[in-house]
């Protein structure tokens, strides 16, 4: 059973900073890319920023600048780090991956999958 687990929002004002947190947990055989979207109310759930295996970043343009991705593969776990928040970043964040994950009864790896934690809200008051 593969698990993600997000923290870290919660409600912060304009300008202020938050760091989520993303921990993948289970039976795993490797991870590819872990991603952060995020969904607003009334609008589609969007990309905000993904890293690769090999540590390779990408970020939605609403954030480049102001938002930092970073994984620590020893303990499963990709942070974001965002700062000078706005008002329209407001929304609940998800984290995404995708990996393969492990069958020990079988002693085989699954095939590449998504996989979604449930979201952690993040609010920023004007």
């Known amino acids: 059973q593969v698990q993600l687990v997000e923290s870290g929002g919660g409600l912060v004002q304009a300008g202020g900073s938050l760091r989520l947190s993303c921990s993948v947990s289970g039976s795993i055989f490797s991870i590819n890319a872990i991603r952060w979207f995020r969904q607003a109310p009334g609008k589609q759930r969007e990309l905000v920023a993904g890293?690769?295996?090999?540590?390779?970043?990408n970020y939605a343009d609403s954030v480049k600048g102001r938002s930092t991705i970073s994984r620590d593969n020893a303990k499963n776990t990709v942070y974001l780090q965002m700062n000078s928040l706005k008002p329209e970043d407001t929304a609940i964040y998800y984290c995404?991956?995708?990996?393969?994950?492990?069958?020990?009864?079988?002693?085989?790896?699954?095939?590449?999958?998504?996989?979604w934690g449930q979201g952690t809200q993040v609010t920023v008051s004007s």
């Open positions: 995404n991956a995708d990996l393969r994950p492990w069958d020990p009864k079988h002693w085989v790896a699954g095939d590449k999958s998504d996989y």
């Open positions: 890293i690769s295996s090999g540590g390779k970043t």
